[in-house]
């Protein structure tokens, strides 16, 4: 699962802080509480349902013939987890016949007593006859899951004219069971074979194949998925809506895309890479793609970012780009090998218990790493894992949980930065640690020993230490089953008569815990580089080279992969030197922001860097720099402003040079302004707004059909700024029809700006309708977070207008 909240840089840190002050205040039982994998006494064999669905009262009614066999131990007895249903059957299947069977139900579990008492591996099957309701389900949900329904409807009657009518599940960690009766763990494994009966407009998508499509008389239609191979109860899937199905290959596997049809032509620019993906990981891992067929679909109003139910992912709506958008890059390509990663980890290996959850998490989080280095290049991935990296440092508390914990509040706080970011990390290091091709086979191995059963951390040890004859307990105990991470004090003393360069290395992270490193410590004369391997271990390390000439550069973590803070103390020529010779993306960028920390004049070298991310990295440095102005600095800019084939480190440099608001730029920014990229374009229109803002507005106006990301800002900002009375109706439905988003929270401090502007007080009070419904549709956990932004703007608008508008806020509140 990849989690993509609402509201991420918004609240997560205070929403962190908030849930650890509420959570430890509340209860912390759960501390003391060693969560154990679940016992098993029954295992799922085959799971069959026939379902249909009931859209005004969204309900599943189905029936279930659910087999089973004892684990080990005899027994009598089937407990099933079932949660909120309308249970109208159980009984045992004997032969064509069934057999009632007496039963307790609790509203999330079924007890049942089975007929007789069943031996280790003797195979029965219950049948169930029960009606889901999933949206009379109760229990909560979690950050990563923000409701747990498992089953939900969409719009189910039509109601709103602007949203498709859709039906999607999501499993993890235990909301299958909503919608059938199973045994909802993650060590369970079950083939399965579901019928979907459906109103003939629709297409369906579930796990496996579709077996055969059978036209009702009633106008329905039923169709029949097949799942040979086992997997987990939660990685059950169901898809229902008006969808094109767009058709790609991989070999001779069936890998679609259902988008719907307006998102028809663009489909293969989004997920097209899926292929080459599939081909690339098969390769990797030795394991060619293990499952039938491969599918992904967008769904509406979708609970978390993606999931990777097994043949058949799910994403949620900011997978859709136009092409406008995607001439700025794919922004949802890591995730698409996020999910696609999981259907060997996770899917066909499981986390045995939602304590593992890491051997799922960090390995999808990882997998971007690897799709990146192979597609884009080595600094692209390197980028990306670093922001990973600051993601598990920024947060507050991360570095006090283990990575595989037994103890944890609720499940669903597994999914966080340290089983994704920091488990991503970490695999990085053990990769440089055993090499490239101990690495991949050690993967292969694991997959091959576990594949359609569990895996837990000691699994993988296991697997790595089989390839490479070594003890890795050292490792795993102090990164799997340990806490935090080292903070690094860098220092060097040299002494030119000797010739000797002493290297000294301090843990200085505030707990007894010190780790053992093994790192390059890579020494520089000139291009010419010396590279040692040492073991950072000691409180304290000290390493010892000697010299003919001064080395201009000692690089300590030569390959830049470690999991760690640092402070280190080079020179400011070094610094330099490893600017200029060092090959890493975090040598360059540690580099640049030593250089714009000092203020130095070689910062500006990172305008001309290879990789585009750091060319944008040191622009918006220098924007912010006393060398802001300077002319060799302009001339880089309007250089990459002018030239450069990245669309968003070209608008960077395009919004640089607006911000200058001189007049020669005009011609640029009037070129630019009808690019094809929304950032190129956007930067352009702002350039535009400082020189020429009639000209600006009538563009804004023009353009506002077709603006989104950074071109939808501008836009917005330049029609509120400019926009007059007689433009209320089209600026207030723009507001109106942009869909939820943590860009929109903004947007309404905007809009309540224009809105502070109006004399007529029935559009006034229609605009304060507009964000107080916006308010309203904001799912209840954010409020805490978008509350007070949009009741600022609302105070804004009672201060302009006066006590009748006033009254009406308060009233409609
Ligand atoms: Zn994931």
């Not at 305008?607 to 720099?625: A, V």
Request: aromatic share 12%.
């Amino acid at each position: 699962m990849k989690k993509i909240l609402l509201c991420v840089v918004l609240s997560v840190a205070l929403f962190n802080s908030y849930a650890q002050i509420t959570a430890g205040k509340t209860d912390t039982a759960w501390k003391k509480l060693y969560r154990v994998s679940h016992p098993a006494v029954n295992d799922l064999v085959h799971t069959k349902l026939v379902v249909n669905f009931n859209f005004d009262k969204a309900r599943l009614n189905g029936k279930a013939w659910v087999t089973l066999q004892p684990h080990f131990y005899q027994t009598d007895s089937l407990t099933l987890d079932a949660k909120g249903m309308d249970i109208k059957t159980v009984a045992i299947v004997k032969g064509a016949a069934t057999v009632p069977l007496a039963f307790t139900y609790d509203s999330l579990q079924l007890n049942i007593t089975l007929d007789k008492t069943y031996k280790g591996g003797e195979k029965y099957t219950v049948y169930i006859e029960y009606t889901a309701k999933p949206d009379e389900i109760t229990s909560t949900g979690s950050a990563a899951i923000t409701e747990a329904k498992g089953l939900y409807f969409i719009n189910p009657t039509g109601e709103d004219k602007n949203k498709p009518t859709q039906i999607w599940t999501q499993g993890e960690t235990e909301a299958n069971s909503v919608w059938m009766p199973t045994i909802d763990k993650p060590n369970q494994k079950t083939t399965q074979e579901i019928y979907m009966t459906v109103p003939a407009k629709y297409v369906t998508l579930s796990n496996g194949l579709l077996k055969s499509q059978v036209k009702n008389t009633d106008g329905s239609r039923t169709d029949y998925w097949k799942m040979d191979l086992p997997h987990a109860p939660y990685l059950f899937f169901m898809g229902v809506g008006d969808f094109a199905i767009v058709k790609d290959k991989y070999k001779t596997k069936e890998v679609n895309y259902y988008v719907e049809k307006k998102y028809e032509s663009v489909a293969r620019k989004i997920f097209g890479n899926t292929p080459e993906m599939m081909t690339f990981f098969s390769s990797k891992l030795g394991i060619d793609f293990p499952w039938a067929k491969y599918a992904q679909m967008v769904g509406r109003d979708y609970v978390s970012g993606a999931m990777e139910n097994t043949t058949a992912t799910l994403h949620q709506e900011s997978a859709y780009q136009n092409a406008r958008q995607l001439t700025d890059g794919n922004a949802w390509e890591e995730t698409i090998a996020h999910e696609l990663f999981h259907q060997w980890f996770g899917d066909l290996v499981t986390a045995e218990s939602w304590s593992n959850l890491t051997v799922n998490e960090s390995f999808a989080n990882y997998s971007e790493y690897l799709w990146l280095e192979y597609k884009q290049g080595k600094d692209a991935a390197d980028g990306h894992h670093y922001q990973d990296m600051q993601g598990y440092l920024l947060q507050p508390g991360n570095d006090k949980k283990n990575l595989v914990r037994f103890t944890y509040a609720d499940k669903e706080d597994m999914f966080d930065g340290v089983s994704y970011n920091k488990g991503g990390r970490i695999l990085n290091m053990l990769r440089n640690y055993v090499g490239d091709d101990a690495f991949f086979k050690s993967l292969n191995n694991y997959l091959t020993a576990n594949k359609f059963k569990t895996g837990e951390a000691d699994q993988l040890r296991l697997a790595f230490e089989e390839v490479t004859g070594q003890d890795l307990n050292w490792f795993w105990n102090q990164w799997y089953f340990g806490s935090g991470h080292p903070k690094l004090k860098i220092d060097y003393t040299y002494n030119d008569a000797a010739g000797i360069v002493k290297v000294f290395v301090e843990q200085t992270q505030k707990t007894d815990k010190v780790f053992r490193l093994p790192v390059f410590i890579d020494i520089y004369t000139g291009a010419a580089k010396k590279r040692n391997k040492v073991w950072i271990e000691n409180k304290i390390d000290s390493f010892t080279f000697s010299y003919a000439t001064r080395p201009d550069l000692i690089n300590v973590d030569g390959d830049k992969m470690l999991l760690a803070e640092k402070t280190d103390n080079k020179t400011t020529e070094n610094f330099i030197h490893q600017l200029k010779y060092a090959p890493n993306y975090l040598d360059r960028r540690e580099a640049l922001e030593y250089c714009s920390k000092k203020g130095l004049k070689e910062l500006k070298l990172g305008l001309t860097d290879k990789f585009e991310g750091l060319r944008r990295f040191t622009i918006e440095r220098l924007s912010r720099s006393k060398m802001a102005d300077d002319a060799a600095v302009i001339a880089g800019i309007e250089d990459i402003a002018n030239n450069d084939s990245d669309k968003k480190t070209k608008a960077a440099a395009i919004k640089y040079v607006a911000k200058l608001g001189d007049k020669k730029y005009l011609p640029l920014f009037t070129k630019f302004v009808g690019d094809s990229s929304y950032s190129v374009a956007g930067a352009s229109l702002e350039g535009l707004e400082k020189l020429d803002s009639t000209k600006a507005y009538e563009l804004a106006k023009k353009y506002s059909a077709d603006a989104k990301g950074a071109l939808g800002d501008v836009v917005n900002k330049t029609l509120v700024a400019y926009g007059k009375e007689a433009d209320f109706e089209f600026i207030a439905s723009r507001f109106n029809d942009s869909p939820l988003s943590q860009e929109k929270i903004a947007e309404t401090n905007d809009f309540c700006n224009f809105l502070a502007k109006l004399t007529d007080s029935n559009k006034v009070k229609k605009g304060i309708d507009i964000v107080i419904s916006f308010k309203n549709a904001i799912p209840a956990q954010y409020h805490d977070f978008t509350d007070p932004p949009i009741k600022q703007g609302l105070n804004k608008i009672a201060n302009a207008k006066g006590e009748e508008i006033k009254a009406y806020i308060s009233s409609q509140l």
